[in-house]
Structures are given as C-alpha cells and as structure tokens.
C-alpha cells in the first residue's frame, strides 16, 4: 500500500483547488492507498523565516506534523493556484518553513545542491484562470517551474508529474465536472506507481505538547 500525502495550497476551503485535492484524495484511496489531505488554510504557523535562511525557527506542532507526513509517504501531490505568476503566500510559507536546508537539501562540499527526500514521487497540479498559451510562452510558466523544479526536484522528488487546470475563468460547471474526474483519475493513476529507490528518511521531532 502507498502512502500519499496532498497539500491544497490554495486557502480557501471552497476554491476549486481544495475540490481537487479532495477528488484526487478520492481517486487514490479507491486505489487502495493511504492518503492524507493538507490544507493550507487550515494550518496554524507564522509563515515567515524571521531570521532567513541562515537561522533556525522553531517548527510549530501543524509544521513538525506535516514533516511527519513528508517522511512517510512514498508521493506528494501539491495543489496550487497560479497567482501574480507564483503561488499564494500561505503555500510559499510552508515550503519555506518546512524545507528546511539540511532536513530537505544540503550543499555538498563541491557546492552543487542535493535533496535529502529522495526515493519519492509527485505531481504538481495546478490551477488557472490564465489561457496556457500565454502561460507558458509569455509568462515563462513560472509557477510550474517553481514548484516542480526549483522545489521538488531539488529536494530529491522524482519525477514530478504536472496536471493543468484551466482556463478557470469564465469556466462552467460542465468543465469544472470534467476537471475534478480528471483529479481523481490523477490520484488512481499515482496510488498504482511505487517509487524505484529507497527512501530517504530524515529525522522528525516529535510534536511539542501544546501549551496549556
């Protein structure tokens, strides 16, 4: 049985984002694997590196929870919107909180970067309500690069699948039905692929009692 892990980085609880995470969610358990859904805005943790990437920032208990899931599972599949041609913020904090350098990468003594999460598969899926053409050929397809090479490659996932979901404005109920089936097929598709190495599996503390 795989382990899944999705994170919805769009917060709203009614976007179209967080219906796909939970139809993708959907597709992978009738596969008979074992899923875990994040939301973004659901989470509870100061989203800025306050020190930035030279200091250490103590995890809160949602972030030590979610490295946990990171180290369990065998894929990861991030849901996010294209917004101002990056993510949203919520999404952007979590990457940087909890990829930490010397948990999810390091630098090696020859200075080129290696990721420390290998073993592990994903899929990137996103949304948008800008045409793909002018996504990809004017823009640069920022958010796909971002997300798929820049973060997950670089922290040892592969390969990283992408899914696109658009054009979102102006779109109909007709079309937003055939995008969430296209979800769900997505995480039956992905519960079927087991990863070809090894994990790695760095080390989690455990989560801090809360205050009382």
Not at 79 to 96: C, E, F, M, R, T
Not at 121 to 143: E, F, N, S
Not at 157 to 176: C, I, W
Request: hydrophobic share 40%; with cysteine.
């Amino acid at each position: 049985m795989s382990n899944i892990l999705v994170i919805n980085g769009n917060p709203s609880s009614t976007s179209l984002g967080a219906a796909l995470a939970e139809r993708y969610a959907e597709g992978a358990r009738a596969a008979g694997a074992q899923v875990a859904v994040v939301h973004a805005g659901e989470l509870d943790f100061d989203p800025h590196l306050r020190g930035g990437l030279r200091s250490q920032q103590a995890l809160e208990p949602d972030l030590v929870r979610l490295r946990q899931q990171l180290v369990a599972a065998d894929h990861v599949a991030v849901v996010s919107p294209v917004w101002w041609g990056s993510i949203p913020a919520a999404l952007k904090g979590i990457l940087d909180r909890t990829l930490e350098r010397g948990w999810a990468y390091r630098y090696k003594d020859n200075g080129l970067p290696e990721g420390l999460l290998k073993g592990r598969t994903a899929r990137v899926l996103i949304t948008t309500d800008t045409p793909r053409w002018i996504l990809r050929w004017v823009m640069g397809d920022t958010t796909v690069r971002q997300l798929r090479r820049s973060t997950l490659r670089f922290c040892g996932f592969k390969p990283v699948r992408l899914s696109r979901f658009g054009q979102v404005h102006g779109s109909d109920a007709h079309a937003r039905a055939a995008w969430l089936d296209r979800a769900e097929a997505d995480g039956r598709c992905d519960a079927d692929i087991a990863p070809k190495a090894a994990k790695s599996m760095p080390e989690v503390a455990a989560v801090p009692e809360p205050v009382r």
